[in-house]
């Protein structure tokens, strides 16, 4: 069959490289496999597989070359989107799926029809809404926040107040999810998105659940690779970008209650950065705390970890879940929305601690005291490529 991933970016980030994965995936599995990315970024995200044909289709531009598609973005950006925040999306997407029906057009010319188009992102979907395909799959990858609520950005429509918020969150659910084929990447997600169905008036054509891939060979081949800043010694990692809905803060906080004195290395860089070593340095643990900023392959610091830590207030999947145990390392996570439950299940529950400091400093002190567990491959099953590959297809 042949397939096209369609991504907003390819920049490095956990959604983008799930939509690379899912491209190896379908390759791997033997299939005719593309990768179209909608905008340009510095140092892009690539398949492993040589057989992904990549593409770059810069939507923007090109919708705003047409000139009726530069009108409906002034129309939104001036008139709609001051009432309706977060709503630009319904002057570009008008122009942008007319621009993606017209290359897919040229594409499949030169190429041959496509079977599955599997849409990755809130973003991706928001460039293109107009356009409509029974092949297409659209993968929400976030917990969705149906109503008014802090504690961070989640896949969300447009804010405001009273009837105009309402009328925002309608529109996007009418205009984005309304009769499309949905995918779900965890049952925490198809679980917010049934809320929002309810509260935003929207039926999708059809909604399943069907999980990321763990490229299980390519991550146990790259975590072996030479780092020489890694330390020497044991020490805890937590991988994410450094942004509040990750709370490293809370990491910190049980960190320095648990009394535990294995180096703690973040990875990952962000809005958060400064605030984080300004807190490190109140908590008194800068001596043993290391920022070690955004690494290209951040698997070799997961494999020689100790231990792996997640504390984010909500999780679409947390793949960094499974690509720690992947890594051969154990794991521990704050209970949070989401599909974290989806990972830890089964004996791997006990990993999961109730979202306090007093819940995460003991468990801190728990997962470290002994030696390294062994970790059982059978706990990845449900994520391997060939599976998840084979339910887009038979979706």
């Known amino acids: 069959m042949r397939t096209l991933v369609v991504v907003r970016s390819l920049k490095m980030g956990g959604m983008e490289r799930v939509a690379v994965n899912l491209a190896d995936a379908f390759a791997e599995a033997g299939h005719d496999s593309h990768l179209l990315s909608l905008r340009k970024v510095a140092n892009p995200l690539r398949p492993e597989r040589a057989a992904v044909t990549q593409h770059l289709l810069p939507l923007n531009r090109w919708a705003r070359y047409t000139g009726v598609g530069v009108l409906f973005e002034l129309i939104a950006r001036l008139l709609l989107n001051p009432l309706l925040k977060r709503s630009v999306y319904l002057g570009t997407g008008i122009m942008g799926g007319a621009v993606f029906w017209l290359w897919l057009k040229v594409f499949e010319r030169k190429y041959g029809k496509v079977d599955r188009i599997v849409f990755r992102g809130a973003g991706t979907f928001e460039q293109l809404w107009t356009f409509r395909d029974s092949r297409g799959r659209y ?3 976030n917990v969705m926040q149906a109503k008014e ?9 447009s804010g405001g107040v009273g009837w105009l918020s309402s009328l925002g969150r309608k529109l996007f659910g009418r205009c984005l999810l309304h009769k499309r084929d949905l995918v779900a990447v965890s049952s925490g997600v198809a679980d ?9 008036h929207f039926q999708p054509a059809s909604l399943q659940v069907i999980t990321n891939p763990c490229p299980l060979q390519s991550i146990r081949q790259r975590m072996l690779e030479p780092q020489p800043d890694i330390p020497n ?8 970008r450094l942004v509040p809905a990750k709370d490293h803060a809370l990491l910190l906080r049980a960190y320095a209650r648990s009394g535990v004195r294995l180096p703690l290395v973040l990875i990952g860089d962000g809005q ?11 908590l008194e643990i800068a001596d043993r705390t290391i920022f070690a900023g955004q690494q290209d392959n951040p698997y070799p610091w997961m494999h ?24 051969g390392t154990p794991v521990i996570s704050v209970d949070c929305p989401g599909g974290i439950r989806d990972i830890l299940k089964g004996e791997l529950e006990n990993n999961i601690v ?11 002190r728990q997962h470290v005291s002994g030696s390294k567990p062994p970790i059982r491959d059978a706990w990845l099953d449900d994520f391997l490529p060939e599976r998840v590959a084979e339910a887009f297809l038979e979706s």
């Open 233 to 240: 010694e044991p020490y805890l990692v937590s991988v994410g």
């Open 192 to 200: 917010s998105l049934r809320e929002a169905m309810k509260i935003w």
């Open 139 to 141: 993968v929400l990858e």
């Open 272 to 282: 958060e950065r400064q605030r984080l070593q300004s807190l490190a340095d109140e």
């Open 354 to 364: 109730v979202r306090s400091e007093d819940a995460l400093a003991e468990g801190l």
């Open 149 to 157: 609520a802090s504690g961070g950005r989640r896949f969300t429509a």
């Open 304 to 327: 020689q970890a100790r231990l792996f830590v997640l504390t984010s207030r909500f999780e679409g999947m947390g793949i960094v879940l499974f690509e720690a145990l992947a890594c």
